[in-house]
Structure formats: structure tokens, C-alpha cells
């Protein structure tokens, strides 16, 4: 039996992208390949990786809990209970997803949760396990290495976050997801706290309106002080 290394699973609304405003539970793994999610390695990580997100990352996703597939199941049943019961989305996201995602997780909480539809929030860099994409009908692909390193090439939505990247580098990938965005750089204080940064988002939006086969993408949900 698979066991998960899991932070924290919660009711919210989906708060960026093409399903802004979707109700959702949120199942967030620990764990990622690119940061080890402490203050005190985001130097050390951006060096190591090559990558700009260990310098701005806010998200909280070390410290995780071991469950068991059956466990991750209940916890998400439960939390669905604050949406009615019948969330419309199941999110995964982290850390890394995909680093533990797997069939076994998938089916078990499918065989509760029935009406949901399942989404993943990737960097792209990690692949999937046998099976995973083929049962998920939601893939979000936020790059933070070059596009060449990328393993998930395709999906429904392409999310770059800017100024840190650049969408013009992703051109050569963009044309494999049905939507893309530019999402703005936050500015972070510590892990799990970061606030709205204006200039980033007056850059990012000059950015779509200079090229409109982009969207602008806001985290919504910190805006409103929700998870």
C-alpha cells in the first residue's frame, strides 16, 4: 500500500486561471524538485536548480503527514463537505505533484468523490507515473526551468510567472495547451507569506496587452485572504 506525504488538504476556490472562481478541494503533496521550501536553502536551490522560484516562492510545503490513499480519500470527503458536498474540481498541486501522484490515489478517491473532475498544478520538469494523465482532466503547467528541460509539454493551460520568466521563451511550447497566462511575480516576506506586488502586476499586464495571445492571471484568492 502507497503512503503520501501530504501537507494539507482544504475546501477553497480555485483563484487563477482559465477556472477562476471554481469551487475546489485542494490536495496539496510536500515535496519538490526544486526547493527544499525553506527560507534558508532559497540561494543554495536557485544556484543548484538553475531555477528563479526558490528566490520567491511563498507556498508552505514542508512538514508533510503520511497517509495512506483510503486517508487522503476520507480527508478530501470531508473537506467537501464545506462545498456542498460535490466539489466540481479536485486540485493537486504542492510542492510537486507529481513527484507522488499516482493511479492508486486516483482510483481511491474517484470511488468517493465521483462527480469531481481532477486537475494538477505541475512545474513541468517532473514526469507523471503511469497512467496519472490519462485520469486527470486538468494539467497546469507553471515552467521554472527552460523550456528544452520540460517533460509536460502540453495540457490545458500554460501559466508563466513574470518577471521572473519570460513567456517569449515558452513560445516553442505554448502552441501544445489550450490557454496561457501570465501570472505576477509576488513579492515574499518568509514561507507562506507573500503580498500582491503592484509593479508586477502593471508589468504583467502590459505584457498581455502587447501580446494578446496571453491572458493575465491573478491570484485571486490571496487577494481575497483566502487559501
Known amino acids: 500500500m502507497s503512503t503520501y506525504s501530504i501537507k494539507e488538504i482544504f475546501a ?30 532559497r540561494e543554495r536551490d536557485a544556484k543548484r536548480h538553475g531555477a528563479h522560484c526558490p528566490q520567491w516562492c511563498d507556498t508552505d510545503f514542508v512538514d508533510g503527514e503520511l497517509m495512506s490513499a483510503a486517508m487522503v480519500a ?29 493511479v492508486e490515489l486516483l482510483r481511491t478517491i474517484r470511488r468517493v468523490m465521483c462527480a469531481s473532475d481532477f486537475a494538477i498544478e505541475t512545474n513541468g520538469a517532473t514526469p507523471a507515473k503511469a497512467g496519472v494523465l490519462e485520469l486527470v482532466h486538468w494539467v497546469c503547467v507553471s515552467p521554472k526551468v527552460p523550456a528544452d528541460q520540460l517533460v509536460i509539454r502540453g495540457g490545458s493551460e500554460l501559466k508563466v510567472v513574470y518577471p521572473a520568466y519570460r513567456p517569449l521563451d515558452y513560445e516553442s511550447v505554448a502552441f501544445g495547451f489550450k490557454h496561457r497566462f501570465v501570472s505576477p511575480e509576488a ?13 508586477s502586476m502593471r508589468m504583467a499586464a502590459s505584457y498581455v496587452m502587447a501580446h494578446p495571445e496571453w491572458r493575465l492571471s491573478l491570484q485571486t484568492h490571496k487577494l481575497l485572504g483566502l487559501r
Open 12 to 41: 477553497t476556490i480555485q483563484g487563477e486561471g482559465a477556472n477562476v472562481g471554481t469551487p475546489a478541494i485542494f490536495v496539496r503533496f510536500a515535496g519538490c524538485n526544486m526547493w527544499s521550501g525553506r527560507d534558508k536553502d
Open 74 to 102: 476520507a480527508a478530501a470527503f470531508k473537506a467537501a463537505s464545506e462545498l456542498g458536498g460535490c466539489p466540481e474540481m479536485i486540485v493537486f498541486t504542492g510542492g510537486e505533484p507529481l513527484l507522488q501522484l499516482d
Open 187 to 199: 513579492m515574499v516576506s518568509s514561507v507562506g507569506v507573500s503580498v500582491a506586488e503592484k509593479l
